[in-house]
Every structure is written in C-alpha cells, then in structure tokens.
C-alpha cells in the first residue's frame, strides 16, 4: 500500500482517481464476462471428457526403460496441448503406463489415433518403389508453392520389397498447416539444416522424377520434384482440415520410442460433471453469502463497503479466469474459494486496527490512515508466503504430470493477487471516500463503525 497517503488526503483527488480506475475495471471484467467470445473452460471432472490408459506393447519379460516412457509421456502431452484440450493430463502410472485424461473430446477415436500413433515419416525415393501407374503424376513440390495432389493416396508399402528412404521424420524441426489458394489444406514441414543439406542435393539432382512421402508405410503423397528444396517444403493431398492438423501434430511431435497398446477406455458423461457444478456453485453461494453477511453484521458500514468490494473482486476473478482461458476443475474453483477466504482476512485485518485507534480517541481519518499503513505489512507477508506456496505446487504439478495440482495452484494465486489490489485499493478507496469525507457525522455514530 502507498504509505505516502496521510489523513489530510483522505476522500480527495487521488481518491476519486483511483475510483475512477475501478470502475473502468469493474465495466472491462463486465464486458468480458457478457462477451460469448470468452466461454469458461470446464475440466473433465465438470464437462466430461475421455480417459484412456495406454500399455507399453512389448513382451512383459522384457523391461520398460523408464526414459523411454517418460518420453512418449511428453510426445503424448505435446499431441493433445496441440488439439487445443483444456487442462490434459497425460502422466505415467507405473512402470509400463501412461494415463490420459481429455476434457471436452467431440471425437474420441481421432484423440485416440492421434495418442497412439507412431508417426514415421519417411521420404522414399520413388524409383526404388513400384507404384501405381499414374499416381499423383500432376502434382509438384516446389518450395513454398505446392500444388495439391489429384488423385487417391492411402496405398500400403507393408509388402513392397526394399526401398529406399531418403530421410525420415527426425529430420524436422517444424510442421503447420496453410491452404492453397484453392482452399485446400496442405501441411508444410521445415527442416534442420543438415537434413536440409541433403534434401537439397537430392532434389537437385532428381528434377523431374518423383518422390514419395509415406507415413507409418502408407503413401500420403508423390509428388513430382519442380524445383530444389533447399530446407522448406509441402506435404500434398486429398487432407481434409482435420486430417491435415493431426498429420503435422505427429510429424512436429515426433515418433514415440516404444509402441503403446490401448488398455482401456473410458468416457466421462456430462451428467456427472453438471452435478459437480451445481454442488460446487450452491456451496460457493452460500459460503460467500455468510462471509458477506458476517461482515455487514460485525463491521457494519466498513464491513458494507468491504462486501462491495469484495462483490469487486470475485467479478474481476472470473473475468480474468474467462480472458486468460484458466480451466475451472472442482481443484481449481476450490483455490478460487480459499483465496476469497483471503480477502476478507485482509479486510478484517485492516478494520480491527481501525476499530483500535478508534477507542484509543483517534480521529476517524486518522484511525483510516493508520488501519490501512499498519495492516498492509501482515497482508503482504501471508499474501506472498500464499504466492511461494502456488509457486511450488505449480512447479510439482508440470513436473510429476499433475494438472489438477496446477489448476488449484493456478486460481489461488490469480486470486491471492486480486485480493491484494481489492483488499488494499478498492476497500481503501471506498472507505476513504465514504468515510473520511463523513468524518464528522460519523464521529458520535459508534455502532455504524462496528465499535
């Protein structure tokens, strides 16, 4: 707080300043919460979702290598934070599985292709094959400018004899998907530069002949070479968006080290998650109302002014949680609760010093002064030690796959630092200005003041 504040300033300019920012807040966190562009992002455990339980699919004699799942831990977690899931949780359980948990799946059987999938990308030099005839005979790969392939991909390498690969998928360093001006999607890949080195002169040397782009030994795309391509390229043909956006999530997210089997799998109904939420706003409800109420009741018109600012702080709560898209789970709303908890310590802290230099025979501003200047090093304190905390559990959360750990560590340190500014700014502002301008009709009114 601005210790530089003294009680002769009480209700003036600097004040109304300062309320003229909260209310600037207060109508940009209503905009942002009437705004359907900004929906809340329930987690599995309020919309429902998909939960599959993947299984190293080699011998059980042979052992897992702890390395090895820790990494197709993390190629899995990149997949499905590039599907845009809200909150995933993808963690190893055991020493030969990883679970997955995805809230909000339209289409659990893509999710599933998409986890599970290996992903060798291998560029094939075309003569080594024996291809349909005619296949993709229209089709270019020029740098930068592709043209989409015309005529039916999808044929299976699995029994042709011996050919040759010119590279693999772990020569990219990164994939995306752009349309032609046709309105076609096609997925475009770069490449690190020592691949790009011999991407180059393979192209620059086969002009005019074929190169075939197999995925997982399903032919995608041949297309002619028109131009040498020195790092940068194209991946063609007949893609709709969505099979364009998976096929370059796996090619940027790699091949995983060991094959993975499905175990189980299971959907999460929405029923379940509507119930979560009506239990968790009814009992949200209700614990705000008897904190609000407590507060009229004991502090009286301080602890009136507190209740709205405290109406204030939940309001910019959920505006942040809405703008900054935070995924609401019954963890997450639990840390919002807590820090509400919070706020209103701060409050009382500052009131019942108030109350102090009131009986003491203070001046009512001078009690304001010295209520806000004293209580703000305990709120501090406890607010930053509450900080720390978030900061660890958010850390043992990304570590050890715990997104719910996160979540609640997330929504408890937005809160703490809105209650903060709501507690120390909004509060101040309203009781300085309600009452440090009615000082002297207040000074005989003692059960207005909760004393």
Same mark, same amino acid.
């Given at each position: 707080?601005?210790? =530089? ?35 809340? =992002?329930?987690?599995?455990?309020? &919309? ?6 993947? *299984?190293?699919? %080699? ?16 190629? %899995? ?17 055991? *020493? ?8 909000? %799946? ?45 005529? *039916? ?14 590279? @693999? ?9 752009? @349309? ?11 490449? @690190? ?7 180059? &002169? ?37 893609? $709709?968006?969505?099979?364009? =956006?998976?096929?370059?999530? &796996? ?82 709303? $639990? ?20 109350? *102090? ?19 703000? $090093? ?74």
């Amino acid at each position: 707080m601005d210790s =530089r504040y003294d009680a002769s300033e009480v209700g003036g300019v600097r004040d109304f300043i300062w309320l003229i920012v909260i209310l600037a807040l207060v109508g940009a966190s209503i905009w942002i919460m009437l705004n359907p562009d900004y929906p809340f =992002r329930p987690g599995l455990d309020l &919309q429902g979702g998909l939960q599959v339980l993947l *299984e190293a699919d %080699i011998p059980l004699e042979e052992p897992v290598a702890m390395e090895d799942l820790d990494t197709a831990r993390q190629i %899995i977690s990149q997949r499905v934070n590039g599907l845009g899931v809200s909150e995933p949780l993808v963690q190893t359980e055991g *020493e030969r599985r990883i679970l997955v948990e995805l809230p909000g %799946i339209d289409n659990p059987r893509d999710a599933i292709n998409l986890i599970q999938q290996t992903a060798l990308l291998e560029f094939v030099d075309s003569d080594t094959v024996s291809l349909p005839e005619g296949m993709c005979l229209r089709t270019t790969l020029n740098e930068g400018q592709p043209s989409a392939c015309e005529t *039916e991909s999808g044929l299976s390498l699995e029994s042709a004899p011996i050919y040759e690969t010119i590279l @693999t998928g772990v020569a990219l360093r990164d994939a995306g998907v752009q @349309t032609d001006s046709f309105g076609r999607s096609l997925v475009t890949f770069e490449m @690190t530069d020592e691949a790009a080195s011999i991407f180059e &002169q393979y192209t620059a040397n086969n002009l005019g002949k074929f190169l075939t782009i197999v995925l997982d030994k399903q032919v995608i795309s041949s297309p002619r070479i028109n131009a040498v391509i020195s790092g940068s390229g194209s991946i063609t043909g007949q893609f $709709t968006a969505e099979e364009a =956006r998976n096929l370059a999530l &796996q090619l940027r997210f790699g091949r995983l080290p060991i094959p993975l089997r499905i175990e189980s799998t299971r959907e999460i109904g929405a029923t379940l998650g509507q119930q979560s939420i009506t239990a968790s706003v009814q009992a949200g409800i209700i614990g705000v109302s008897i904190v609000l109420l407590f507060m009229l009741i004991y502090y009286r018109l301080p602890g009136l002014l507190a209740d709205l600012a405290l109406i204030i702080y939940a309001l910019i709560n959920f505006a942040v949680f809405k703008g900054l898209a935070v995924t609401l789970t019954l963890p997450a709303i $639990t840390g919002f609760l807590l820090s509400t908890g919070m706020a209103v310590d701060a409050n009382i802290l500052v009131f019942e010093r108030m109350k *102090e230099e009131l009986r003491t025979g203070s001046r009512l501003p001078d009690a304001i002064q010295v209520g806000f200047s004293r209580a703000w $090093t305990s709120i501090r304190d406890s607010n930053i030690a509450t900080l720390v905390i978030c900061a660890i559990l958010w850390a043992f959360g990304r570590n050890f796959g715990a997104s719910i750990v996160q979540g609640f560590a997330i929504t408890l340190a937005i809160g703490v630092m809105i209650s903060m500014f709501t507690a120390v700014i909004v509060t101040r502002t309203f009781v300085r200005l309600v009452m440090g301008r009615s000082a002297e009709w207040l000074r005989d009114k003692k059960a207005l003041l909760g004393i």
